[in-house]
């Protein structure tokens, strides 16, 4: 099947990204433009961000997770740490994540370390979340090969029975990390594809070096 996408065409009009207006740390503009997406409307899940790890494979692996926590520290999602995303981490922890928010026609790209967080963080997490969420983490060993999706519904009845009434630990194989930046490019779509592309590179603790790229 042929399919010609040649005329799928948007002209980007609805923001800008001038120097003079960028705060010193792009902790501070991730969160502005974080709040505006969610203000605006129109992304059902504003935190949802595609992960891409290199794979024990040699290829690139892109997925969509779910970002939970943001700070001047960087970026935390959960997962579980024998997954395939957990795997790669653990052999190169250099990842990169990107948001692509189209009701407001931006993007931000991040490159990072990825390193475990405090397991009493992943702890107090794990407890807030639903129960049918508790036990999927420990029904699903997630990457691995099944022979039917019977075999996870069959477990995750052994589990509401073993746990009936009873609190739900955390999975020991499962968790957070954090990505630590090195750089975060924001990307604002404008007219006749002269997009501005803003990044900022850290150079010691908190001081960043900011750049403009060519679109």
Request: charged share 30%; aromatic share 14%; hydrophobic share 35%.
């Amino acid at each position: 099947m042929n399919r010609d996408l040649a005329n799928y065409r948007k002209s980007y009009e609805k923001s800008f990204l001038e120097e003079e207006n960028l705060p010193d740390s792009p902790f501070v503009l991730f969160s502005d433009w974080f709040k505006e997406v969610e203000n605006e409307g129109g992304v059902e899940e504003a935190n949802a961000m595609t992960l891409t790890t290199m794979g024990l494979d040699g290829f690139p692996k892109n997925r969509i997770v779910l970002l939970k926590q943001f700070d001047e520290s960087g970026f935390v999602f959960y997962t579980n740490y024998t997954s395939e995303k957990g795997k790669a981490i653990g052999n190169d922890n250099k990842v990169c994540l990107s948001f692509f928010w189209p009701n407001l026609e931006r993007q931000v790209i991040v490159k990072g370390m990825a390193e475990k967080i405090d397991e009493e963080k992943s702890n107090t997490y794990f407890r807030s979340r639903p129960r049918g969420s508790q036990l999927g983490a420990w029904a699903s060993y997630q990457s691995e090969t099944i022979s039917s999706r019977e075999i996870l519904e069959e477990r995750l009845i052994a589990l509401e029975n073993q746990y009936a009434k009873k609190d739900i630990p955390k999975p020991p194989f499962w968790g957070g990390y954090i990505v630590r930046p090195v750089s975060l490019e924001f990307w604002q779509g404008r007219s006749s594809r002269l997009h501005d592309r803003i990044r900022y590179i850290i150079e010691r603790n908190t001081i960043w070096k900011i750049d403009r790229l060519s679109p």
